[in-house]
Every structure is written in C-alpha cells, then in structure tokens.
C-alpha cells in the first residue's frame, strides 16, 4: 500500500472516530435533556397535584361545618332618616338606617347603629363582641377579617352574647373567636344573595378604621 493510501486511510478512520464520538454525545446530551425535561413534569405535576389536594381539604373541612344557630329577619324597611332609630335585634339586622354609610374595617370603639345598618345594606358583615372579650380573642377576630373588603368589626356595648355576626336580615351568635362557624358565616353572607344594594360601596362614608 502507498504512503498516499495510508494517509488517506488514516483520514478517514479518524474521520469516523470523530463522527462516532459526536454522535455518542449527541446521544447523551439527547438523554439527558430527556431526562430533566421529566424531572421538571413530575415536579410540576407533583406541585399542582399537591395545591389540588390542599384545596380539596380545605374544601372538605368547610364543608363539615354546619352553618347552625343563624336567624333570619324578613320584611326590613330600607328608608334613609335622620337621627337614632330604636332597633328590635341587638345588633340591628336591617332596617331604616342614616344616609351615610360606615367606612367598613376594624374599629376599637363602638359605632352608630344608624350607619353600620347601612353597610349591611351593602353586603358588608359586621362582626361586634363585649367590650370585655379577651384580647386574645379580639386579636383572632382580627386575624380572620385581615384584609377583607365588606366587613365591619367593632365593640358593642350591651352585647348579650361574646361575638356575634350579622348581614342583612340574618344574624348569628358563638361564644369563642375560635368558632368555625365564623368564616362560614363571613363566606356565606358577604356580599351574600340577601344583599339588598350588591356591589354598592363600603368606603368614602363616615368613620376612620384602626385597621
């Protein structure tokens, strides 16, 4: 064989070692994109699938409280008028109310029946408790009100039972801030279909909230 044939043949075995060995990469980099492509569908998958599964508990807690010990109050006036208006519940449910409403939000003093009435017009649900509750306890309402738009928490004096909540035409009492009742309650009838004026605002009225 010719030294020419021996370069020729020497090029072309290395030229196939080469191509050999970028295959054999390209095969691996294949794999291994493959490989992490899954590690990320899985880790997703086990992600939504644990937000799912989260959901459905909460779900599935709020669906074993028992919305219990709710009046009703039907056929409540709605006519603005001026000065106090002597109210048959404590915490008035409804009825004739101010022209203004309440700011809704977490007040530390009590606040006019005539206005907070309103706000129940609106959709809002106004949390009250004694003025002697534990401030543990008030602290835990807090808590649940957090952020929420279209509800109002205040004092109440005279109030004959620890909490209690009321929305238009309905009303319910517990004695403990830690009652699941609450939120049910909160979720139920905020902004609820008892709501005479839906949608209708709950700030640029009267009062100032501490929170």
């Excluded at 060995?21 to 899954?38: K, Y």
């Excluded at 959901?55 to 000065?83: F, I, P, W």
């Excluded at 309402?141 to 909490?163: C, F, H, R, W």
């Excluded at 517990?174 to 609820?192: L, M, N, T, W």
Aim: glycine share 8%; proline share 5%; net charge negative.
């Amino acid at each position: 064989m010719t030294n020419a044939r021996k370069a020729r043949q020497a090029t072309a075995e290395k030229a196939a070692k080469l191509r050999a060995e970028q295959a054999s990469r390209e095969r691996r980099n294949r794999f291994a994109l493959a490989a992490g492509a899954t590690v990320i569908v899985l880790a997703v998958a086990g992600g939504v699938t644990a937000v799912v599964m989260n959901a459905r508990s909460e779900q599935a807690k709020d669906d074993a409280v028992a919305l219990t010990g709710v009046k009703t109050y039907k056929d409540l006036s709605q006519n603005h008028v001026s000065g106090t208006v002597k109210y048959e519940q404590t915490p008035p449910v409804g009825g004739d109310h101010a022209p203004v409403w309440l700011n809704c939000g977490i007040y530390d003093a009590p606040v006019a029946n005539e206005n907070a009435v309103h706000d129940l017009e609106h959709g809002a649900v106004w949390i009250t408790y004694q003025p002697d509750l534990a401030e543990s306890e008030v602290d835990e309402l807090k808590d649940i009100v957090g952020n929420q738009t279209y509800i109002t928490m205040s004092p109440y004096t005279d109030l004959p039972n620890p909490i209690t909540l009321s929305a238009w035409g309905v009303q319910m009492s517990v004695d403990s801030a830690s009652d699941p009742r609450i939120e049910k309650f909160i979720k139920e009838y905020k902004q609820g279909k008892q709501t005479p004026e839906m949608g209708a605002a709950c700030t640029g009225g009267v009062g100032t909230p501490t929170g």
